[in-house]
């Protein structure tokens, strides 16, 4: 997953704090993947050394806020409205999508036009199957493009039937320390 890009296209609600931001990540993503929070510290370290974030201040409870620079936000849109060779990856597509869904502002139809261009395209290079391997892995990577191209149906059904699919930051404040044993 592109921890860095879905930051920062999360940051474009608005400054927030590191435990905050894990959270909004966590949610957009539907919790189908963990994330460790010292990975959203590394990460916004990062793109603060890159000049993509600066800090913005504190919490009321001092905690740093992190807000986009006009670079971040320029990293931002481009990640929210074009589709390369990356997301020719499940992942990759499933979090660009999942994080665009939930931000105001981003032509979800476009980035579906994208993807499904970029996933019904045949294979640039019909290598000769030599092996059962090669037949296998051959039929896989079909598999694969059939079922990209069905969800990113049920996307277009999903973004024509729902309301209010993009959502603000939350106000939620999310539990800091460890989670207790099982």
């Known amino acids: 997953m592109s921890v860095r890009e879905s930051l920062l296209a999360v940051l474009t609600l608005g400054p927030a704090y590191g435990a905050q ?18 990975q959203i510290y590394a990460t916004l370290d990062r793109l603060g050394k890159n000049a993509l974030v600066r800090d913005s201040g504190t919490t009321s409870d001092g905690l740093p806020l992190y807000e986009l620079t006009s670079a971040g936000r320029l990293a931002a849109r481009e990640w ?19 994080v665009a869904s939930s931000l105001p502002g981003v032509n979800l139809d476009t980035l579906l036009a994208q993807h499904r261009e970029l996933w019904a395209a045949p294979l640039l290079q019909q290598v000769e ?11 896989s990577e079909d598999e694969l493009r059939a079922a990209a191209l069905r969800w990113l149906d049920a996307c277009e059904r999903a973004a024509e039937s729902a309301t209010a699919i993009s959502r603000p930051l939350s106000d939620a404040r999310p539990r800091r320390g460890r989670r207790p044993a099982a």
Do not use: K
């Not at 929210?80 to 999942?98: C, F, H, K, R, T």
């Not at 199957?129 to 039929?139: C, I, P």
């Open 129 to 139: 199957q030599e092996s059962v391997q090669d037949a296998l892995a051959t039929a």
């Open 21 to 38: 931001l894990h959270a909004e990540l966590l949610s957009r993503l539907g919790h189908r993947r963990d994330i460790n929070v010292g």
């Open 80 to 98: 929210l409205s074009v589709v390369g060779p990356a997301q020719l990856d499940w992942n990759e597509m499933l979090d660009q999508l999942l």
